[in-house]
């Protein structure tokens, strides 16, 4: 995974967990994981500008290739569960997203219930 492609699902991340208004201790922590995983500074004046528009964000997911798409969608999907909360304009994010890249929204549900089952919220 090349700088560009790391610097853009971080966006992707970073625009989906500001969604509800707010930005929870455990999608605080997500991002500073992530982004320390991607080799990118954590310190949140060095994160990336977000992709608040799932139409954006549907956009960037469409240019990537096929691997990168599932990676970027499984990386969403996790931020978005990371509180054991999937927020309204959460889901509807991920809705057009994953239909961009040609998911049901069979397979999207099954992928949140997955990560909300592995969400420890105690």
Do not use: C, N
């Amino acid at each position: 995974m090349d700088a560009e492609f790391r610097r853009k699902v971080l966006g992707l991340i970073f625009g989906l967990t500001v969604k509800d208004g707010d930005l929870s201790d455990s999608e605080i922590a997500f991002m500073e994981r992530t982004y320390a995983a991607f080799g990118v500074p954590t310190e949140k004046d060095a994160w990336v500008m977000p992709v608040g528009d799932p139409e954006d964000a549907a956009a960037e997911l469409q240019a990537m290739p096929e691997e990168a798409q599932k990676e970027a969608l499984a990386l969403l999907i996790e931020a978005a569960a990371v509180d054991g909360v999937i927020h309204e304009a959460e889901r509807a994010y991920l809705d057009v997203a994953s239909a961009a890249i040609g998911w049901t929204s069979e397979q999207l549900e099954a992928q949140i219930v997955e990560k909300l089952s592995d969400v420890d919220v105690s």
